[in-house]
């Protein structure tokens, strides 16, 4: 039996919760819009017994050490699926509980290790949650206008502006289009920057998708300039349709393609020769055609 114990009510996932038979047990009475703030949770943890909590996310896992030392009987499961510096409580969770979970390389070596912990550390990539991408042919693109792809959530670190300004100085031929999914609060500033372009022929916002399937049908380019990174999730999907990447070398963005058979890998920051891979990639089929048929037989081995 899982039960599933958030901090708040709501949220994206309670109708999935709900409609999965899962109990799902919110702390605060009411939703209070604080992430941290945790009420009763070792009284709830003491009434349900289970025997194993296993912390998902940034707050839950701050709390995960206090967790341990005060229901010593049970086994507390710390996960580190972050690009972020650790704050002082996560670092000392990783100290004290049983096991840790971690998506990629870079985060075991880089977050964890440094924290010194004392429990085994079992590195899992993220899985593949999108069905029906591995029979895609996306990067293999007849005609243009080739599309370029980013799944992302609209935030800082996702760094969409450099993106869109590094397409903006891309030759107009061949003929290309942005397509940006997902949403956040970096979305509207965006789209106005988009429009001081003038690029809104060139550059749609399609929100958040359920569903990203479809996009990833009709891509040619996945491209991911994020500043921060562990595992990339789109970047897994991407190769897994089979379709090569453009991305900043950050976090585990490295663990998730193979620099120059499936994708170029950037040093970050580097927007000319972020610029320069995709005009290379958009002007060359063949070249497309072939990182393709790595990527999707790499992602088949490891992200299956």
Same mark, same amino acid.
């Given at each position: 039996e899982t039960v599933v114990i958030t901090f708040r009510p709501g949220g994206a996932l309670a109708p999935d919760l709900a409609a999965a038979g899962v109990r799902h047990v919110p702390l605060q009475p009411f939703d209070l819009g604080l992430d941290w703030f945790a009420p009763g949770l070792c009284p709830t943890l003491r009434r349900e017994a289970p025997d194993v909590v296993l912390c998902m996310g940034r707050m839950a896992n701050c709390h995960a050490g206090h967790v341990q030392r005060t229901l010593k009987h049970i086994a507390v499961v710390a996960t580190v699926r972050t690009g972020k510096l650790l704050p002082h409580f996560y670092r000392d969770a990783l100290r004290t509980v049983r096991g840790i979970i971690t998506n990629s390389e870079f985060a075991k070596r880089d977050l964890i290790l440094p924290a010194e912990p004392t429990a085994p550390i079992a590195v899992i990539p993220n899985a593949l949650l999108v069905s029906g991408l591995t029979d895609s042919d996306a990067a293999v693109v007849a005609e243009p206008p080739y599309r370029i792809l980013c799944i992302a959530m609209f935030r800082k670190e996702k760094n969409h502006f450099d993106l869109i300004d590094i397409c903006s100085r891309l030759p107009e031929t061949p003929e290309w289009h942005l397509d940006?999914?997902?949403?956040?609060?970096?979305?509207?500033?965006?789209?106005? @920057? !988009?429009?001081?372009? #003038?690029?809104?022929? @060139? !550059?749609?916002?399609? #929100?958040?998708?359920?569903d990203p399937s479809e996009f990833y049908e009709h891509a040619a380019i996945a491209v991911l300039a994020s500043r921060r990174e562990s595992l990339p999730n789109f970047l897994v999907e991407a190769q897994s349709a089979g379709i090569p990447v453009v991305a900043y070398d950050v976090g585990g963005c490295s663990e998730t393609f193979a620099d120059g058979s499936s994708g170029i890998l950037i040093a970050p920051g580097d927007e000319a020769a972020f610029r320069a891979a995709l005009s290379s990639l958009l002007s060359n089929p063949a070249r497309r055609t072939a990182m393709a048929r790595t990527a999707r037989d790499r992602a088949a081995t490891l992200f299956n």
């Amino acid at each position: 039996e899982t039960v599933v114990i958030t901090f708040r009510p709501g949220g994206a996932l309670a109708p999935d919760l709900a409609a999965a038979g899962v109990r799902h047990v919110p702390l605060q009475p009411f939703d209070l819009g604080l992430d941290w703030f945790a009420p009763g949770l070792c009284p709830t943890l003491r009434r349900e017994a289970p025997d194993v909590v296993l912390c998902m996310g940034r707050m839950a896992n701050c709390h995960a050490g206090h967790v341990q030392r005060t229901l010593k009987h049970i086994a507390v499961v710390a996960t580190v699926r972050t690009g972020k510096l650790l704050p002082h409580f996560y670092r000392d969770a990783l100290r004290t509980v049983r096991g840790i979970i971690t998506n990629s390389e870079f985060a075991k070596r880089d977050l964890i290790l440094p924290a010194e912990p004392t429990a085994p550390i079992a590195v899992i990539p993220n899985a593949l949650l999108v069905s029906g991408l591995t029979d895609s042919d996306a990067a293999v693109v007849a005609e243009p206008p080739y599309r370029i792809l980013c799944i992302a959530m609209f935030r800082k670190e996702k760094n969409h502006f450099d993106l869109i300004d590094i397409c903006s100085r891309l030759p107009e031929t061949p003929e290309w289009h942005l397509d940006l999914v997902g949403d956040g609060v970096q979305r509207k500033p965006c789209e106005v @920057r !988009v429009r001081e372009l #003038g690029l809104t022929s @060139r !550059v749609s916002f399609h #929100g958040w998708a359920r569903d990203p399937s479809e996009f990833y049908e009709h891509a040619a380019i996945a491209v991911l300039a994020s500043r921060r990174e562990s595992l990339p999730n789109f970047l897994v999907e991407a190769q897994s349709a089979g379709i090569p990447v453009v991305a900043y070398d950050v976090g585990g963005c490295s663990e998730t393609f193979a620099d120059g058979s499936s994708g170029i890998l950037i040093a970050p920051g580097d927007e000319a020769a972020f610029r320069a891979a995709l005009s290379s990639l958009l002007s060359n089929p063949a070249r497309r055609t072939a990182m393709a048929r790595t990527a999707r037989d790499r992602a088949a081995t490891l992200f299956n």
